[in-house]
């Protein structure tokens, strides 16, 4: 029975497609943040959640995870606890968090970072492949049958869907599992839109303005048009799968379907703010000149945003 962490799993866990296996990789880079004395946040269940992931990360992804991660979990705590000061005064505060390829996020259960707090979520929805939805179920079992599961904090309700946002009636299959527009969401598109094409995107997002209330929330990490297209060029393969959305203007991209952006920040900006701008492998500490150069890391612009729904 295979052993992680001390915690024995019944089935092993191996996503090797491409989009489960981020899910890993990306639980892997929180694993890492959690052990730093300077943590931007602590995910107690990242290690088990990365599996195999954890050998060889690159200090870029560490980087980018890190403060990618800690800009949505305080945008979103600020979404669900108060209406925005740009918010219409008809504006609902938001109870319903929708999770789009939720992967291995163990935001239900280390958010809010208070112990203690009253969940400030009616309901969790976590959408994704079968597969990873199975996998992350598996090391959820594996974990509190150790007792090791922490108490779920962010909402009262979790519910995890299989869906492919690629089918028109996927929000059906949402609206039949509970959700309610009325009540305001918060939709967490995290590490997301790169796996589909500008067309697609652009239907997912003006189909999210059409099923929320005003007052709704968007969390989302969106690429650069440039990098993209930089990445697509140094690997054509790898492009046709993982790099096919990108855009130099997020906010205007994001007003044009109804979003009203209120926070946006440049991944690269966040990176020096928070002392994680990557560096070199092994380099020396003292070494100013080590870090990670423009060709070896995310750069040209990838961001971080909070839209609102004023209408």
Known sequence: MPVLYGVEFEAAVNLKDIIGGSSQVVAAC???E?????ALFVDPLAKYFAGAAR???PEFLNAYTAVRTHFIDMELMDALTQKHAEAPPNAVVPDQIVLLGAGMDARMWRLPPQEGARPPAETLFELDQKEVLKAK???LAGVAKQGKLPTPKLAKKRVTLSVDIREPDWIKTLNKA???RARGTVWILEGFLRFFSNVQIDELIAQLALHSAC????LVTVPSETNRRAKAKRDPADAEYQWRFGTDDPVGYFTRFGWRTVKHACVEELERQYNRVPRLANA???DVSAYVTEGDRMVGG???LRALKVA
């Open 55 to 57: 050998e060889g990360l």
């Open 34 to 38: 959690s052990e730093r004395v300077d």
């Open 284 to 286: 020396d500490p003292s």
């Open 302 to 304: 990838n961001y971080l």
């Open 178 to 180: 509970g959700y309610d």
């Open 215 to 218: 007052g709704s929330s968007i």
């Open 137 to 139: 179920e598996t090391i």
């Open 30 to 32: 929180r694993a890492s």
